[in-house]
């Protein structure tokens, strides 16, 4: 039977084959690799020498480290996922891992940028060159469309309908679906194609069908769209660290603000369970709950403490 590290190593290349982000991928591998370590202390390094006691103890020894309940969790989920491959490959007959319960962790609100936040976001690159084209590009179609980043770097030139303000975008799973841009969105990704991009492929040793482009003429990364857009925060002047997943969580917000259904939403997000997209009705009720306060004659319904 092959040892534990091997199935890791397999298991990490399966999650890039279905489309997992670069950043699950390494975390995944860290964190289950942390717990192998564990394994090969006492001397366990393949799955048939695996129980709940040696997980168990596991669990208990971060907790003793000082490990925060929502990341014990995280590792416990993971180790979930990685146990179903397991069962997958027959390696086991039964998943071990789910049958080690993880920690309850109350469940935090996304957080999103105001209207306002984002006009001051979206004006922030310099459009009067061709690396401010595409990151202005980049902003629109992350904020209009709310696709997951490595979505959006994984977009090629025939993906792209503009006349019909869509997107074909590859999601989690290999799973296609269609993504809407709004006219701004539109027009920032035709100028970028038009008078940005051009210029950026005759940098590239070799032709390349990626939409967005690096200043070498490749395609560009996850990681790279990530310091863009944490960059013009810093230069729209907000105080938040705003990441692309920040504004997909801000269009899902919005959407629901401006009276979109949940069903809508979730086909937009292209998330496989309702149950994901549900967090944002907490988020729009909050802000319905204080736009009541705030506006409405006889709106605050807590009694000042005296």
């Not at 717990?35 to 709940?52: H, I, K, N």
């Not at 709004?182 to 940005?196: E, H, M, Q, T």
């Not at 939403?265 to 309702?274: N, P």
């Amino acid at each position: 039977m092959a040892a534990l590290r091997e199935w890791l190593r397999r298991y990490l290349q399966s999650l890039e084959h279905d489309n997992a982000s670069p950043y699950t991928v390494k975390n995944y591998g860290t964190d289950i690799g942390q717990f192998l370590d564990y394994c090969q202390s006492v001397g366990v390094q393949t799955a048939e020498g695996l129980s709940r006691e040696l997980v168990r103890n596991y669990l208990e020894e971060l907790d003793e480290l000082g490990y925060v309940r929502a990341s014990i969790a995280r590792r416990i989920f993971e180790l979930r996922a990685f146990g179903d491959y397991l069962v997958q490959r027959e390696v086991w007959e039964q998943n071990l891992f789910r049958r080690i319960y993880a920690p309850r962790v109350p469940r935090r609100l996304p957080r999103y940028l105001t209207v306002e936040q984002m006009e001051q976001l979206l004006s922030a690159p310099d459009t009067s060159r061709p690396k401010g084209l595409r990151d202005q590009a980049i902003l629109e179609v992350l904020y209009a469309s709310g696709i997951r980043v490595s979505e959006l770097v994984g977009l090629d030139l025939p993906d792209v309908n503009l006349e019909a303000g869509e997107l074909r975008v590859i999601g989690k799973g290999d799973k296609q679906r269609i993504a809407l841009l709004g006219r701004p969105a539109v027009r920032a990704l035709r100028a970028y194609l038009r008078n940005g991009r051009p210029a950026q492929a005759q940098r590239g040793a070799t032709p390349t069908r990626a939409v967005f482009l690096n200043r070498f003429g490749g395609r560009l990364s996850a990681r790279s769209v990530d310091t863009i857009v944490r960059k013009a925060g810093i230069q729209a002047g907000l105080a938040q660290t705003v990441t692309p997943h920040l504004l997909r969580h801000t269009f899902a917000t919005h959407m629901l603000d401006g009276g979109a259904d949940l069903r809508s939403i979730q086909q937009l997000l292209g998330h496989a369970s309702l149950d994901t997209t549900n967090v944002y009705t907490r988020v729009s009720t909050r802000l319905l709950s204080e736009t009541y306060d705030k506006t409405h004659p006889r709106g605050v319904r807590k009694e000042d403490e005296k």
